[in-house]
């Protein structure tokens, strides 16, 4: 099997969490800055961790208060906008019955992290889940994604980092890894291949194709 362990982001990956994530900001950003910010202005820096977006557009001081606002809005929605992508739950079926290890690589928090994979019932699928809480460094630095593969007792060359963002493809460079970008991304393809992954796919199930080498 070419890639035995594979790392997978959550968001915009595996789970459509981007209106849940872009209504959560348009909230937060609107509480405390009203009518400054469009929609538009939030798109080219989905996938970095949320403190990093907040220190681009507020002071010091106020990032704490915009992080509780922002969590508190997303967690009282979650469920309501959070929907899985097309073939993913069966895409990782058959990579666990291939014998693939299975980690999930994400710079959400521990809490929305496992909720969203309750409610989709995905927790059975991965060996490890590494979360922001879990590193000092995150997404495009490797740290996260050497820790899963530590975990999993993976070598990088034989691990294939999956992701919807820039950050996933950076991160799974520095780490050593291959990487595979997802089409359905909102950023799109042209502007994910410009970084060159290895591998970019239409459908999740092309997965299996590309594990099996």
Partial sequence: MRYPFILFDLDGTLLD????ILQSFEHTLGTFFPGVFKREDLLPFMGEPMNRQF???????????????????????????????????????DLQKMGCKIA?????????????????????????????EDTEK?????????LAMKRLGA?????????????????????GTATCSVGWSL??????????????????????KIARG
């Fill in 17 to 20: 969490t981007n209106e849940l």
């Fill in 55 to 93: 220190a681009r557009w507020a002071a010091p001081e106020q990032i704490p208060l915009l992080t509780d606002e922002y969590r508190k809005y997303n967690l009282s929605n979650h469920d309501r906008l959070v929907t899985i992508f097309p073939n993913v739950k069966e895409t990782l079926s």
């Fill in 104 to 132: 999930l690589v994400t710079s959400k928090i521990r809490l929305t992290t496992e909720r969203g994979l309750r409610l989709f019932d995905l927790e059975r699928y991965f060996e490890t889940l590494v979360t922001i």
């Fill in 138 to 146: 995150h997404k495009p630095e490797p740290e996260p994604l050497l």
């Fill in 155 to 175: 070598h990088p060359e034989q691990t294939l980092m999956v992701g919807d963002s820039p950050y996933d493809v950076q991160g799974g460079k520095a780490a």
């Fill in 187 to 208: 950023r799109g393809k042209e502007a994910l291949s410009s970084y060159q992954p290895d591998h970019i796919i239409d459908d999740m199930t092309e997965l299996l």
